[in-house]
């Protein structure tokens, strides 16, 4: 399918939603999955090639859009769309994993999300308050500093919406006078905050190394594989 730019959103410290409009075209997908995305040419040299997968940030019910989140890290594909002038055409595919919700399900959700692993939740989140269907957990973000939190404004908007969710951020580089979470995820801050974790589904998304150190620490908790749901950023 061809779909136009029609928005750069700089969201953090060097972190770009790439936003296109389907130009009424229907795109069905769940939140939580991704895409791939593939450029006619580069304008800028990239031994990987012109093609990407990136998670859907967006959700379905912003109508007419697709967007996709990324930090910009100097790769010829991402320099090649952050220079490309709006209107400009790409080719994306059809919608792949299974990181999605999982119809009927009762369970409290834990959101773990490292870095620019938010993408899947920015989708699952903005869907759930659209729709009016309140999620119960909570969302534990891990961040290097303030200034890399990606859509920080949003989600405390919808955690507002959604009285059921709780937000919070972890950052391990933090400024002086934070008064927040601060490190990695261990055993004691995981359990401060979800205190029964055998009770719940879990969720981990971000680059690899991040997703395979949480999901064991969260195994040592008592949790079952099958409670436990993984989007892992390869590539990253
Ligand atoms: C299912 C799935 C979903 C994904 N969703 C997303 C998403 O929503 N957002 C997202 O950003 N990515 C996502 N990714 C990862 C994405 O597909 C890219 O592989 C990733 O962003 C790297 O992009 P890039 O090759 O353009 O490199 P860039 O990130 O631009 O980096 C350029 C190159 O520089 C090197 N490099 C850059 N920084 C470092 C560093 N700190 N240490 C070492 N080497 C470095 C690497 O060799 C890299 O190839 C997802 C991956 C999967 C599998």
């Known amino acids: 399918m061809r779909v136009r730019l029609k928005e750069r959103r700089s969201e953090a410290a060097e972190v770009i939603s790439f936003v296109f409009d389907l130009g009424g075209q229907t795109f069905e997908c769940q939140p939580g999955q991704y895409i791939f995305y593939e450029l006619d040419a580069l304008d800028f040299p990239d031994e990987r090639g012109n093609r990407r997968h990136f998670t859907i940030s967006s959700s379905p019910t912003e109508k007419g859009i697709l967007m996709f989140t990324t930090r910009m890290r100097g790769s010829g594909f991402k320099e090649t769309l952050r220079h490309a002038p709006l209107g400009h055409e790409i080719n994306i595919g059809t919608p792949l994993g299974h990181f999605v919700m999982p119809e009927g399900e009762i369970r409290r959700h834990v959101f773990v999300a490292a870095g620019i692993g938010i993408t899947p939740y920015r ?8 729709t009016k269907k309140p999620i119960e957990g909570v ?25 059921t969710l709780s937000l919070v951020h972890v950052l391990s580089d933090p400024e002086p006078g934070w008064k927040g979470e601060k490190g990695k995820l261990n055993e004691a801050l995981l359990r401060k905050w979800v205190p029964h974790p055998d009770q719940q589904l ?4 971000g680059p690899p190394p991040m997703v395979t150190a949480y999901k064991e620490l969260i195994r040592q908790t008592g949790v ?10 390869a590539g990253y």
Request: net charge negative.
């Open 202 to 205: 879990f969720w981990v998304s």
């Open 123 to 130: 989708s699952m989140l903005r869907w759930a308050a659209d």
């Open 224 to 233: 079952q594989d099958e409670a436990i749901r993984t989007d892992i950023f």
């Open 139 to 163: 969302l534990l973000y891990f961040s290097h500093s303030s200034a890399d939190i990606v859509f920080g404004q949003e989600l405390e908007e919808i955690a507002r919406q959604m009285p």
